[in-house]
């Protein structure tokens, strides 16, 4: 792992901490209506994104090891220039489904780098 892909990581694993978190408790009605909710994920995301971006660019091997990372970037893209056009039924998936499975192989992956 590269030096600077262990603060990535956090980033990314704090990011899905906060959406966890912030939505544990809701149903999918609440989520729709509490704009601030919708926004804070939102946010969350698009900074998961991002981090993981930069983690492909600069340790593709460590990125690599994260299920679903291109898909992660692509929604950062859509969270940030196709706003308009967000699907909210697909968000709600995203955090009740492959953001635990994402969540537990970061902080496996942060476990390693501060063993090693």
């Known amino acids: 792992m590269r030096p600077r892909s262990p603060k990535l990581l956090w980033d990314i694993a704090e ?16 989520y ?3 704009r601030r909710a919708r926004q804070t994920v939102g946010r969350n995301f698009t900074i998961m994104g991002e981090a993981m971006r930069r983690l492909s660019d600069h340790d ?18 859509v969270l940030v220039r196709a706003y308009d056009d967000l699907d909210h039924d697909r968000v709600w998936e995203v955090v009740r489904g492959p953001l635990p499975v994402l969540l537990a192989e970061v902080d496996a992956l942060l476990a390693e780098a501060d063993a090693g």
């Open 32 to 34: 729709r209506a509490d």
């Open 15 to 30: 990011a899905a901490r906060f959406i966890a978190e912030d939505t544990a408790g809701l149903s999918y009605d609440a």
């Open 60 to 77: 593709p091997e460590t990125a690599d090891r994260l299920t679903g990372r291109a898909q992660v970037v692509a929604f950062r893209n």
